[in-house]
């Protein structure tokens, strides 16, 4: 198993992105500290001393699509934390909630030469022993103010990556079954009802069928595909 800690980095994607020819598949790349975090559609990630961040890297001879690893990887991640007494959740598409506050998020990119894939990287950011900023306490949350001490940051790292590696070993040709695993612990649910934006109006929907990137929710006989996590509302 290769890790590498650095103690201080942009981001632990954008650094994969640059070395990943020095790095073998499955290598481990763990930053205590980002000065360029980054988020799913271009916002940045918060990342001070005391939080998990770091990422994966992935060479794949066969070709899996990146929804897959990030799933494995939610899944994983959820269930270390239920084994930890925290009752997390998957929150479509692909956030760790915890009693309705972001607990971790995942950040999956795929570098392409000649359009053939020749790396994934999963970054992975959790909220560990970090204080959660004043401006943020309405919306995230770490583990340290769910089980109210500090876990090993070292412990969840081994765990998640044990964790995730046999699920991808198990599972490799069987995407449906990963995907049956995620759903199980998903949020929303097919059948369940809530409110989306539409054109800017927030409007009551049953969710129909839930996909990797979109959402089919029947608001009023009309069926609206809900792409991103924007138009949800809590
Ligand atoms: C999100 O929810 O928007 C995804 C957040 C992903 C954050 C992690 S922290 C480690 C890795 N490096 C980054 O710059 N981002 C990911």
Redesign the pocket.
């Known amino acids: 198993e290769e890790i590498e800690v650095l103690y201080e980095i942009?981001?632990?994607?954008?650094f994969l992105k640059r070395n990943y020819k020095s790095f073998h598949d499955g290598a481990i790349v763990v930053?205590i500290k980002?000065t360029?975090?980054?988020?799913?559609?271009g916002?940045s990630?918060y990342?001070p001393e005391g939080?998990l961040?770091?990422?994966v890297l992935f060479k794949p001879k066969i070709h899996i699509n990146l929804h897959v690893y990030t799933k494995i990887f939610s899944i994983a991640i959820v269930e270390v934390l239920r084994k930890l007494k925290i009752k997390a959740y998957i929150k479509w598409p692909?956030?760790i909630y915890y009693n309705g506050k972001?607990l971790?998020?995942?950040?999956s990119e795929a570098v392409s030469v000649n359009d053939r894939v020749v790396a994934i990287i999963v970054?992975?950011?959790l909220n560990v022993n970090n204080d959660i900023p004043e401006e943020l306490k309405n919306v995230a949350v770490s583990i340290k103010d769910i089980l109210r001490k500090k876990v090993k940051i070292t412990y969840l790292l081994d765990s998640i990556n044990k964790h995730a590696w046999n699920i991808l070993v198990n599972y490799r040709n069987e995407t449906e079954n990963i995907t049956k695993l995620w759903k199980k612990y998903l949020v929303p649910r097919e059948g369940d009802v809530l409110k989306v934006k539409v054109d800017d109006e927030i409007v009551e929907g049953k969710v129909l069928k839930i996909s990797d990137d979109i959402l089919y929710v029947d608001v009023g006989g009309k069926v609206i595909g809900v792409q991103s996590i924007h138009q949800l509302v809590e």
């Open positions: 942009d981001s632990t994607n954008e930053a980002q360029a975090g980054k988020g799913r559609m916002r990630w990342s939080g961040w770091y990422s692909n956030d972001k971790c998020g995942i950040l970054g992975i950011g």
